[in-house]
């Protein structure tokens, strides 16, 4: 069965400070690496998609995926009240696999002012 | 921007009734998903589609469950006997690209089905 684990939270960070989430994968096969936000009783919303090894960076988010140690991670900046949300962490299955997402149970954060 | 979209939004039936789920993906998107999650838990892969056949399914996608693609814009997700635990979000999504590709997966707003 494969897996994503993602810190179980929740996690409370004062305005202003950096978030850090954290994933790892039981899946040597995955390619593709996602980071969703899903606010209560809505649906997932796309944040980042990271492929390689190493940081990337985009606003105030920055995402780092190590394959070796199947580990994927999320930082969240300057964080504000309207980062409050779950945050999910997907990989994309490997092998012969058309694109099927595994999702984390996902990270609870509260940005509080 | 082009959206996924997701009719109804909320979906209460009675058990052993069926109950059809409608989507609407992104325009020049090839595949397509269905998601569930049940409150509380994690999202759940369902089913795979692309080029008008199921190309991948999960053990939860049994012989209840079946998927179509009526015309070149809807995608449907039917139960056919409900049971009190398909009571869940169902989230419809899609992807451009190959098979192998890297895109990432747009999700629609869901809808909540409510068994009763």
């Known amino acids: 069965q494969k897996e994503v684990e993602q810190n179980s939270g929740p996690l409370s960070v004062p305005e202003g400070a950096i978030a850090s989430l954290n994933c790892t994968y039981s899946?040597?096969?995955?390619?593709?690496f996602f980071w969703y936000r899903q606010y209560s009783g809505k649906s997932p919303e796309l944040i980042m998609s990271i492929y390689s090894n190493g940081d990337k960076e985009d606003g105030r988010f920055t995402a780092q995926l190590n394959k070796a140690s199947q580990y994927v991670s999320l930082l969240i900046r300057d964080s504000q009240p309207s980062d409050s949300a779950t945050y999910l962490c997907a990989a994309n299955a490997g092998g012969t696999s058309y694109g099927k997402l595994t999702f984390g149970q996902g990270t609870i954060l509260t940005v509080h002012p | 921007e082009p959206e996924v979209t997701q009719t109804p939004s909320h979906q209460v039936t009675q058990m052993g009734q069926e109950v059809i789920l409608r989507c609407v993906p992104i325009?020049?998107?090839?595949?397509f998903y269905w998601y569930r999650q049940i409150l509380g838990q994690k999202v759940e892969f369902l089913v795979s589609?692309?080029?008008?056949?199921?190309?991948?399914k999960s053990e939860i996608f049994d012989d209840q469950f079946s998927v179509e693609r009526p015309d070149g814009s809807n995608f449907t997700l039917k139960i056919r006997s409900t049971k009190l635990e398909d009571s869940a979000m169902y989230f419809c999504?899609?992807?451009?690209?190959?098979?192998?590709?890297?895109?990432?997966?747009?999700f629609g707003d869901g809808t909540r089905l409510s068994i009763l």
């Open positions: 325009s020049n998107h090839l595949y």
């Open positions: 589609f692309y080029n008008n056949e199921i190309s991948e």
């Open positions: 899946d040597r096969g995955s390619q593709s």
């Open positions: 999504a899609s992807r451009r690209g190959g098979a192998r590709s890297n895109q990432p997966q747009h």
